[in-house]
């Protein structure tokens, strides 16, 4: 993060994640540059005001640079078109990531665009993805199909799930 995060806390919560990417490396203890670690912060705790920290997981996530593509397709015709991946020549790996801007729906090319109609779309970065919506990115979820709103750990294991 680039700055502080400032965060409302709610009794309801059952997990609260950032994840950000680290613009340095921090070796604990370093008799050089005396980094001490990872380190959080609470400030403006008010006399009376209690937190109460239950768990603090530091993770390195698989390393993966998104390209995020947005792109207008645009048919001027009188009669409607199927329009190609506009990067299928140059990142045809992005063509699967697309989707409209409109609903978040995927895009499966060649793309059909109404006559004068044009359509938004832009790729969305699927290493990121959580299909339980338990928190924890696909690509790092070890227990898929986490039921909605219990808490999990950093494997994307709900403490009743055993890990596979």
Do not use: H
């Amino acid at each position: 993060m680039s700055a502080p995060e400032t965060v409302s806390g709610s009794t309801s919560w059952k997990r609260f994640a950032f994840v950000f990417k680290a613009t340095k490396t921090v070796n604990a203890k370093d008799p050089i540059t005396l980094d001490n670690g990872a380190r959080i912060d609470f400030e403006r705790i008010q006399p009376g005001q209690a937190v109460t920290i239950a768990n603090v997981e530091l993770l390195s996530l698989t390393p993966m640079e998104a390209s995020l593509q947005t792109r207008i397709l645009l048919n001027p015709a009188a009669t409607a078109a199927s329009l190609p991946c506009p990067d299928e020549v140059t990142q045809p790996r992005l063509c699967g990531q697309y989707v409209r801007f409109r609903d978040g729906s995927p895009i499966a090319w060649p793309y059909t665009v109404p006559a004068r109609g044009s359509e938004i779309c832009y790729t969305r970065d699927t290493t990121l993805s959580d299909s339980d919506g338990d928190g924890i990115a696909d690509i790092q979820d070890n227990c898929f199909a986490t039921a909605l709103g219990e808490a999990v750990d950093a494997r994307g294991c709900a403490f009743s799930q055993s890990y596979p």
